[in-house]
């Protein structure tokens, strides 16, 4: 007898809808208590259950840095030319809103130097390769940058450790 006789012997039998009505039941438990955060599985391509944790620690990032680089709008745009559209700043914002997203996403954030160079250039070659003004092509600005982003940096540092404590 082989397993798919077996299952077609028990799927047969009088019996068969008490064993697939527990079945159920045991999938619906497994499937709340995943929900409900007490049981978590991760396996090769499979993860069951949810750390509330991580997703407050990567909520609180992204919404932070929404509201910082939101921030910044009005000093870009005090900078820009008055003849030009104020919804370019804004759409470079979204831009390096979106590259931080995605640093925050792999969740290896760091405050080494070099980890911190190589962002700082990230976010420069990400501004830079938008047709923007030359008041934000001088040194000066890049050096703001630079700050920017070793503030957001140092801030969604400070983030995680505040909530993974907690």
């Known amino acids: 007898m082989n397993k798919w006789d077996a299952a ?3 799927i047969s039998s009088p019996n068969a809808w008490m064993f697939l009505l527990v079945l159920v039941f045991v999938i619906f438990v497994i499937i709340s208590m995943a929900k409900a955060g007490l049981i978590s599985f991760k396996g090769k391509g499979l993860r069951l259950g949810s750390d509330e944790k991580e997703l407050t620690i990567v909520r609180n990032q992204t919404q932070w840095t929404y509201l910082y680089l939101m921030s910044l709008e009005g000093k870009l745009v005090a900078m820009e030319d008055p003849v030009r559209d104020d919804f370019f700043a804004s759409l470079v914002l979204e831009k ?3 590259k931080i997203v995605e640093w925050i996403t ?3 954030i760091n405050s080494s130097d070099s980890y911190l160079e190589i962002k700082q250039s990230e976010i420069k070659c990400l501004v830079y390769s938008l047709p923007i003004q030359d008041v934000f092509k001088t040194p000066e600005f ?3 940058m630079n700050c920017w982003v070793k503030e957001i ?3 969604l540092i400070k983030i995680r ?3 993974s404590e907690n």
């Open 96 to 98: 390096v809103y979106d």
């Open 8 to 10: 077609k012997e028990l």
């Open 106 to 108: 792999y969740n290896h």
């Open 161 to 163: 450790k505040e909530y």
């Open 142 to 144: 890049e050096n703001r």
């Open 153 to 155: 940096i140092t801030n």
